[in-house]
């Protein structure tokens, strides 16, 4: 049995990331990796989707999507070659507390990812129902494509798909698309793919598939944690409701048994922030844990993106949200219409909200329309640095850029 500072089950955002951090400062590392490293994200959820939508077709996103995966594979594989890491090419399973596979460590990282929550829909055994994954490998474009779900993956798809010229039905159970967005942004959104052609049914339950007149299904009903054949129950870990694994504020999981060390649950395993990026940084924080360094990561500032066209994004709270806290903002809103890049562009429709306290700090900001997600990430930068309404006016800003939006909706 080889002792080792670090083990990492999972080479997914965050597994790699933890592994690449990790031995910088020195740590040996081992990472379990069964399947290919990069994990969901990298081989069959964001960056695959990403390339669908910078494709113009069906043919030349699947030849796309293979070489940019195979690119971006081979640049993480380079990562876990770093001499402080091995990576071993199978699931890490716990025999004990600080044991998995043939290494022992006293601190390890669970990063085992998410995988598709299946509904118990009569008939979800259809051959012609599949995931997100399932969609990716398609080889022939589907004519008529129904989407269960209405949330980032379905609403992503639905765009792609639609503009690849199939016909596009989504069903959702809520009275709204992208709960997690503005219900204002995510109505306009829903009305403007209308227009592109796009069928929504809203407030919709699926009881049965048969149901439904399409070549191919997609289950877009969300993701769940991956958690099953880790060993966990011999540890003494129990699951959260959710199926994620608990853990405090800096990660640690909460239950379990850790005699000499510390044990941490990053990313979409620990159903907090089921994001990328969020998964990267939480994977930073757990290394700065156990090398014993202060961060100032800021958690409850996250932003987050919806690549459909045009994109939507957002941070913080939304309008609803804020109302029912009863908490004192102003509404401050710009639109892309108004905008002279967006029009040089061609990319007119859009439309950006601003949240700010009484006292002029940013409370949050949702937006839909060309590259919003960029206009977003200055929010977020700007919302970490407690920047007040006042100093970002006073910020210069290039002209003619999309920013000006933001400031346009501060002037």
């Known amino acids: 049995m080889e002792k080792v500072d670090l083990i990492i089950l999972g080479a997914g955002p965050g597994g790699y990331r933890a592994a690449e951090y990790a031995a910088k400062q020195g740590l040996k590392v081992v990472v379990f990796e069964g399947s290919e490293v990069g994990g969901t994200c990298l081989n069959v959820g964001c960056i695959p989707t990403k390339t669908y ?7 030349e996103a699947r030849e796309r999507m293979a ?21 071993v090419r199978e699931n890490g399973v716990f025999t004990d507390a600080h044991t998995v596979g043939d290494y022992t460590a006293d601190n390890i990282i669970i990063a085992t990812g998410s995988e598709t929550k299946w509904l118990p829909i009569k008939g979800k055994d259809d051959p012609r129902v599949v995931d997100s994954t399932g969609l990716l490998n398609l080889e022939t474009q589907p004519k008529r494509l129904a989407i269960i779900g209405a949330g980032v993956i379905g609403m992503e798809f ?67 944690p991956r958690t099953e054949g880790l060993g966990l129950e011999a540890i003494g870990v129990n699951l959260a409701p959710n199926g994620a694994i608990p853990v405090d504020d800096n990660y640690q999981i909460v239950n379990g048994q850790w005699p000499n060390g510390k044990c941490y649950a990053i990313g979409d395993v620990n159903g907090k922030q089921m994001l990328a990026h969020a998964a990267e940084m939480q994977a930073i924080h757990a290394v700065n844990q156990i090398i014993g360094k202060k961060d100032g990561i800021d958690f409850s500032i996250m932003p987050a993106a919806i690549f459909t066209q045009p994109e939507a994004a957002c941070v913080g709270p939304t309008e609803d949200l804020l109302k029912e806290q009863g908490l004192a903002y102003e509404c401050k809103k710009s639109f892309w219409r108004a905008n002279g890049k967006a029009m040089a562009m061609n990319e007119t429709e859009g439309l950006l909200k601003l949240f700010v306290s009484p006292d002029g700090l940013i409370l949050g900001c949702h937006a839909y329309g060309a590259h919003s997600a960029d206009i977003i990430q200055e929010v977020s930068v700007l919302m970490c640095k407690h920047t007040t309404m006042a100093e970002l006016a006073d910020m210069v800003h290039i002209h003619p850029t999309l920013s000006e939006i933001l400031k346009s909706a501060v002037d």
Do not use: W
């Open 53 to 59: 939508v910078h494709s113009a077709t069906f043919a």
């Open 67 to 87: 070489t940019v995966v195979a690119q971006l594979r081979q640049g993480v594989e380079g990562i876990l070659s770093h001499p402080n890491i091995t990576l």
């Open 158 to 224: 639905a765009s792609v798909f639609n503009r690849f010229g199939t016909e596009v039905t989504v069903i959702e159970y809520l009275k709204e698309c992208l709960p997690a967005l503005d219900s204002d942004i995510a109505k306009r959104l829903r009305k403007y793919l209308e227009k592109q052609g796009i069928t929504f049914k809203m407030k919709t339950a699926v009881e049965d598939i048969a149901a439904i007149d399409a070549d191919v299904v997609l289950m877009a009903t969300g993701r769940k």
